[in-house]
């Protein structure tokens, strides 16, 4: 009895197909491949794998005008918008800084009672509850990195603003201030 003989895949036709082709050109040579290029393989999916996070998340940010109207007058920022379930669960954790002027909105949708705590948080964060009407109800200034305890809104709130640690008293941010955003209708 006669083996078989596979066809061996055209190279050109898989390089002018998908932008995936050359990873499928590997897996066409994985029973000739040997050990050290399975380690190989194995090593380069590992780095994609680790690096499409990040790539995802710093690729995703769109920054939006926010300011907040104080008794020292208007401190404007560019804030990182939250909206969905996971960009409020990821939030800025891992993060290992964040720029004075810049942020990031939590938007919930309605007004409800918030809780937020800092794990995986790496840096200290001014927590900025906003009101359904944009006054800031109430803020958590430095929050503890790392932190599992829970840091509660003063009753119901619409967003959270994090800033920086030390942000909010440096500008002179405070309860009853408004915050001019498109999510809070001025009247």
Not at 16 to 32: I, K, N, Q, V, Y
Not at 134 to 163: C, F, K
Request: glycine letters at 6%; a positive charge; one cysteine or more.
């Amino acid at each position: 009895m006669v083996p078989r003989r596979r066809r061996p895949i055209e190279a050109r036709r898989l390089r002018e197909s998908a932008p995936g082709a050359a990873f499928l050109m590997m897996f066409a040579r994985f029973r000739r491949a040997s050990w050290l290029d399975l380690r190989a393989l194995c090593a380069a999916l590992l780095a994609v794998a680790l690096l499409l996070p990040a790539a995802g998340a710093a690729g995703a940010a769109t920054f939006e005008a926010l300011s907040i109207r104080t008794a020292k007058g208007t401190v404007d920022f560019k804030v990182e918008v939250a909206q969905t379930d996971a960009e409020r669960e990821r939030g800025l954790m891992y993060r290992t800084e964040l720029k004075p002027d810049t942020g990031m909105l939590f938007d919930f949708k309605l007004p409800q009672p918030v809780y937020m705590w800092m794990k995986n948080t790496y840096i200290p964060l001014d927590m900025v509850f906003i009101a359904a009407d944009g006054r800031i109800a109430n803020i958590a200034e430095n929050t503890t990195p790392l932190s599992t305890d829970v840091i509660a809104s003063d009753g119901q709130v619409r967003a959270v603003l994090e800033l920086a640690g030390g942000t909010a008293r440096a500008k002179g941010i405070a309860v009853g201030d408004r915050v001019r955003y498109r999510l809070f209708p001025e009247k």
